[in-house]
């Protein structure tokens, strides 16, 4: 079962009467090498977890890794190991993906052909005894390229309830050539419903993609953002230079329709989409009056889509104490006089991680901080360093209506900077269940008391812990412990953790060359 198709079994958010405990348990210790990495779950049921692990990948030396799959029992024993390594026409293919769908395993592998300046996806069935191939290797996609460092991408999702993948690829292309892409839409066992060749109306200089998306009915959606031809229109002191534009692919990708999503000369910053059950085009994100990287509100809009009209907008400012909210007293001061000189206070640096459907048909929104900063070091020897902070901060939930009127918006507090990791164990794992969402996460136990400044997770610290985060149908936060880093022998990796099931989320932790695993029941 995939992500998405989890989350649409998000029903309409209730208040829970009462709090309710969770249960977990955790396998065994896992040694292996530190270079050996779990890209993701591969399928989880009840006496059964099989994933697919790789060789991390270096930057320096262009090194395609060894993959495998991995068998676990239901006590998290590994029953079965198996290696991976597919080839086409006696060359070593790249292993992208290895995935559940309609209850098979499949793996996307990719072969770039240096004589027909051509790279080429192909899907095959993975035995789920023997964890090894089988079945004929099919092509479903390819892409053309100029040069091989940039050879274009591959990529894949899934409909909410996984009765579709979309299949995309996008082809190098000239600055001023209007960008190329091959989509294709396919049943879960990977059965083509429509594939087609695309060429978007704008050139790859003024058009920048942010997403794609594909509904329960096989439609395809791109979102991007289109910036203007030069002296095309004036440009508005304080205003954006870009708007959204939504291109959707319907009736087997031979309908194209392309969509303008917009409020006035609001300054949107980030936008997500969304198909409702009506089939109308749903967006949710943040706006601004100072720029992209800030948020002053949130707004939601939908779009028709036979008018290709706006047919609801719905606008949230935030507060200053909402903007504020586990600011120190010095920042808080800041704000204050920014605010008293008449300056706009924003939400700084916000990525949109999801927009999860109720049951009801609202959506719940949730976005965290992200951003990085880089410094350098000197040695002694007048060598210098570079190096990368992370940063994984406060977790914004806001909770839209049916009728698309924003209800609530709300805070989960964290604070999360680690160096040259990727971010490894920061951000959070969501599990939704029981009327309420629930987020994990590394923390301290520092941060759970009042009226102190947050502080930096520690995953040396004695004081670390997984922090339980819920949030009910009002909006109110709760925060717990759920256990100590003394507790177990590894450290939550919430990125490769997961909700499986209605009542289940995979855990998965690591520290140096030890793994484990582990299943919280709620």
Not at 40 to 48: A, T
Not at 488 to 508: D, G, H, M
Request: aromatic content about 12%.
């Amino acid at each position: 079962m995939t992500v998405k198709s989890i989350l649409a079994l998000f029903s309409v958010l209730l208040i829970a009467q009462n709090s309710l405990s969770q249960e977990i348990k955790w396998g065994g210790k896992i040694k292996e090498k530190r270079r050996i990495v779990v890209n993701n779950i591969v399928s989880h049921s009840g006496n059964e977890t099989i994933l697919f692990k790789s060789n991390m990948f270096s930057a320096s030396v262009m090194v395609k890794p060894n993959c495998s799959l991995e068998k676990f029992n239901g006590q998290f024993n590994q029953v079965k190991k198996s290696k991976i390594e597919p080839t086409y026409n006696d060359k070593k293919l790249q292993v992208e993906y290895c995935f559940e769908s309609g209850g098979k395993i499949f793996m996307l592998t990719t072969f770039a052909n240096t004589k027909l300046d051509k790279r080429f996806l192909f899907v095959q069935e993975i035995n789920r005894q023997s964890l090894k191939p089988q079945g004929k290797m099919r092509k479903i996609a390819e892409l053309k390229y100029r040069k091989r460092y940039r050879a274009g991408d591959f990529g894949y999702e899934f409909s909410r309830d996984s009765s579709h993948i979309l299949i995309y690829a996008n082809s190098e292309t000239k600055r001023n050539e209007p960008d190329q892409y091959a989509l294709g839409v396919f049943d879960p066992e990977f059965n083509e419903v429509w594939s087609r060749e695309v060429t978007l109306p704008y050139s790859e200089s003024r058009f920048v993609l942010k997403d794609y998306t594909v509904d329960n009915n096989g439609n395809a959606f791109i979102l991007g953002l289109r910036y203007p031809e030069k002296g095309e229109g004036e440009r508005k002191r304080g205003k954006s230079t870009y708007d959204y534009r939504i291109l959707s692919y319907r009736q087997d990708g031979s309908e194209a329709t392309e969509y303008t999503a917009e409020i006035g000369d609001l300054f949107l910053t980030d936008m997500m989409i969304d198909v409702s059950p009506q089939k109308d085009i749903i967006c949710a994100g943040f706006y601004s009056e100072r720029g992209t990287w800030s948020a002053k509100g949130t707004y939601f809009l939908r779009i028709d889509r036979k008018t290709k009209e706006v047919s609801k907008v719905s606008l949230k400012e935030f507060e200053p104490d909402f903007i504020t909210m586990n600011f120190t007293a010095r920042q808080k001061r800041k704000a204050k006089k920014k605010a008293a000189k008449g300056k706009s206070i924003e939400l700084y640096r916000y990525d949109l991680r999801d927009l999860i459907p109720r049951g009801d048909g609202g959506v719940v929104m949730l976005a965290e901080q992200f951003y990085i900063t880089t410094y350098s070091t000197t040695d002694q020897y007048g060598n210098i360093r570079y190096h990368t902070n992370y940063h994984y901060n406060t977790v914004v939930a806001v909770s839209i209506s049916p009728e698309g009127d924003i209800e609530w918006a709300t805070k989960v507090p964290k604070h999360q900077v680690s160096t040259d990791d990727g971010g490894y164990f920061s951000s959070y794992v969501s599990m939704i269940t029981n009327e309420k969402l629930y987020l994990l996460y590394n923390d301290t136990k520092k941060n759970l008391e009042k009226n102190v400044k947050l502080r930096n997770y520690d995953l040396r610290d004695k004081n670390g812990i997984i922090m339980l985060a819920s949030i009910d149908a009002e909006g109110n936060v709760e925060r717990r412990p759920l256990m100590s880093n003394d507790d177990i022998s590894t450290i939550l990796v919430p990125k490769l953790s997961a909700q499986v099931n209605r009542k289940e989320l995979f855990l998965f932790g690591k520290r140096g060359k030890k793994s484990q695993m582990g299943i919280a029941t709620f």
